[in-house]
């Protein structure tokens, strides 16, 4: 009897949990095509595949603008409208509430046209037209340049080149020092020949890239997060924040060919950034030329790029205004999580008006400017 007992249970628990499956199929089913970027923007500048976007100030503003403008410098990998996926969950929103000018690089998607970019041009090019670009719309000498992941790798070549277009540098999530222990990439990219690879198959499909990103982690982010999103069926908001996420992960760009073989190469595989041997465009790219003020912020359970990763950065600059933070998330949640609503916008804007400060007293002071 208790054999039998136990297999109607599970029976019954199976039958439910399959009738769970198909009401959340039907709603899946019944969500509308996901629109993603919600912030009023317009375009400043544009060259090749790539624009740069000001978004548009927030009617009401409680607290005093920051003058200094932000510039978010994104990777190429994936799209820049994480920073703005929805009203609730956008960092772009969250500064601008907070008296923040925020632009933006949109990357746009390379194609064969592009297969012969390397890092000097987003480096020394693109990225030094997009700060001329900002400055002058803004009307300012320099900004801040906020470079988010291989983004912000970009933005420390950059600051390292071109430091007096500078005033303040943030890097999120940003890999710094490359063969960290605990760097999987690293040791995936390892096992592969990354001259064989580009040479065979040009620009690098976004594709297979996130097929690559994705098996870093496969049960939860192959199995499990569908799973439980067919228990939240009944809540279609989340269903709706859920398909903006799907639509960003698999919305891929394709990379350059020979800007993915120096990266690879030169950063991830001979650490060129740490070892000070980095060169882009005959210049040699010194870390210790930053002496702006810095903000690293960088997530404690982040499985793309390891906290240790990003930390290398502070024995690394010379500048004496060094600020660390350590989120309570992902790589992804500290864009879209709840808790990153409430406290990233916050600490960047607070960091970013102290700054400010300080140099309105410098200047009136008659003092030199960060």
């Known amino acids: ?3 039998a007992n136990v ?10 949990w399959l009738e769970r499956l198909e009401k959340g199929a039907r709603a899946l089913a019944n969500v509308r095509e996901p629109e993603v970027g919600c912030s009023a923007k317009e375009a400043i500048y544009r060259e090749d595949k790539l624009v740069v976007y000001r978004y548009q100030p927030l009617e009401v503003v409680a607290q005093a603008r920051v003058r200094t403008p932000v510039l978010i ?11 703005d996926l929805q009203p609730d969950r956008s960092l772009v929103r969250g500064l601008l509430s907070r008296g923040v000018d925020v632009y933006l690089i949109d990357w746009g998607y390379p194609d064969g046209a592009d297969r012969y970019l390397e890092l000097e041009d987003y480096v020394l090019r693109y990225l030094d037209n997009c700060t001329r670009a900002v400055c002058e719309h803004s009307r300012t000498k320099a900004l801040t340049l906020l470079g988010v992941c291989q983004g912000g790798t970009l933005s420390l070549c950059y600051a390292a080149a071109r430091p007096q277009r500078v005033r303040n540098l943030i890097t999120m999530v940003t890999p710094v020092d490359f063969r960290t222990p605990d760097n999987v990439l690293t040791k995936w990219s390892d096992a592969v020949d990354i001259d064989a690879l580009v040479d065979t198959v040009g620009n690098i ?9 994705l098996a870093l ?6 199995s499990q997060k569908y799973v439980d999103i067919f228990e939240r ?6 269903l709706e924040t859920f398909m903006r996420m799907e639509k ?8 350059p060919a020979e800007m993915y073989r120096q990266f690879m ?3 991830v595989k001979e650490n060129r950034l740490v070892s000070g041997t980095l060169e882009i465009g005959g210049e040699r790219i010194d870390l210790r030329r930053i002496d702006m003020p810095v903000f690293n912020i960088y997530a404690e359970r982040d499985h793309l790029v390891p906290p240790s990763a990003s930390r290398a950065l502070r024995g690394l600059v010379t500048t004496r205004d060094y600020t660390e933070y350590a989120f309570a998330g992902g790589h992804v949640g500290i864009y879209v999580s709840a808790a990153a609503q409430r406290e990233v916008p916050t600490r960047i804007a607070q960091w970013l008006a102290e700054r400010d400060r300080r140099g309105t007293r410098r200047r009136a002071g008659g003092g030199r400017k960060s």
């Open 1 to 3: 009897m208790k054999e």
């Open 7 to 16: 297999t109607e249970a599970l029976l019954r628990d199976v039958q439910a």
């Open 73 to 83: 410098c994104y990777a190429l990998v994936n799209r820049p409208y994480m920073m």
């Open 205 to 213: 499909p976004g594709e297979m890239l996130n097929a690559m990103f």
């Open 217 to 222: 982690m496969p049960y939860r982010l192959l």
């Open 233 to 238: 069926s009944v809540d279609r908001e989340a």
């Open 248 to 255: 960003w992960i698999f919305d891929s760009p394709d990379q």
């Open 265 to 267: 190469k030169w950063f």
